[in-house]
């Protein structure tokens, strides 16, 4: 059998998810978080673990260096670290400590199984085979949670459905647990439209 | 803009995600379940939320009578409510809450990314149609983290991913968060076996 944990003794990197929004933070998230001496992480993320960082709070940006922080450093990451986060960066001894995403909010608020859904990210990079993994999932039966681009999001997808001769719910699912959250419902004739730049799309098949 | 919570003053269910494991109760979970009038739930569930459960605590067996609960009860859900659990008896007023699931577990451990994979439930149902959505899912090069039947689990899909002539890393994943955890690594060649019947199985094609 495999060790997928640190060794006992040996320093190594925590990232945490702090979940994408209030109140998602899990008991094993806040002990690592009180018991760091150092914690990075974005400003989003800094401002969603606040309330128990006992330490210094450092912002980061340059996520290439992560590795020339201190071996016993508090990584935080938005939503879950393994979805479009900064668990990418943690190595075979570091520890990555789940947490809630986007999708898994937008699911909830919308009843929406998590099982038959396939995540697709256009975000932060060329939309072109985002596109190709969305119409080959769609014709395979299944939803889709997508993290969209600035020339790639639910109006894009409407008429890629449309085309297809797909029925569908679109949501587009902003602020995800914030006091602002917003998620709006539409169809492919009638797609919802997003007020801000960073949201997710769930697209949910008729059957 | 529709709402997807429940009005204020009206009663509904919540259901809380517990996680799969020990310490993954999330802020808001943690919440509803301190101030619950009555709380609900399998053996398992109950006991990962015990120390903050301060009304009565009852084992639920029949779940398809959770609609003939007080109103304003609290479900507790292991995993996430909406990736195979009670997540599906929900109504559009009731609240759901999220929780890790097996599978951001096991991609925590196994640093594997969340977003090129691919659920697939074998577990209590017959597993052809799992079988076939797995084989077709392998050849869009996807990962998948399978929820295994007694007669479909590591042994089965190593056979399919060298009849496929896919090349990947095989994980069982077993009493995920708990003190017993077990991770066992494995190829088609020579797959790894799980002690328990319920575990999960990641499949990580290689690239």
Do not use: W
């Not at 060794?7 to 933070?25: N, T, Y």
């Not at 340059?62 to 943690?90: C, E, Q, R």
């Not at 809630?100 to 199984?113: E, F, G, L, P, Y």
């Amino acid at each position: 059998m495999l060790k997928y944990k640190a060794g006992k003794g040996e320093k190594a990197m925590i990232v945490v998810g702090v979940g994408v929004g209030p109140g998602m933070l899990t008991e094993e998230g806040i002990r690592a978080i009180k018991k760091a001496s150092a914690v990075y992480g974005a400003k989003r993320a800094i401002e969603l673990a606040q309330e128990h960082i006992t330490c210094e709070a450092k912002t980061i940006k340059d996520y290439k260096s992560l590795h020339l922080l201190p071996a016993d450093a508090v990584i935080l990451s938005t939503g879950d670290p393994m979805f479009s986060g900064l668990g990418k960066f943690a190595g075979e001894n570091d520890t990555v400590i789940p947490g809630i995403s986007s999708m898994q909010a937008a699911c909830a608020r919308t009843k929406v199984n998590l099982t038959n859904l396939c995540a697709i990210t256009a975000h932060g990079r060329d939309f072109e085979p985002a596109k190709a993994e969305l119409i080959q999932e769609l014709r395979n039966g299944r939803n889709i949670f997508l993290l969209p681009e600035e020339n790639f999001g639910s109006l894009e997808v409407a008429k890629i459905l449309k085309e297809l001769g797909i029925e569908a719910e679109l949501y587009t699912c902003e602020n995800l647990g914030y006091p602002e959250e917003r998620i709006a419902k539409g169809s492919p004739d009638n797609p919802p439209i997003a007020e801000t730049i960073l949201y997710g799309l769930l697209v949910v098949q008729k059957r």
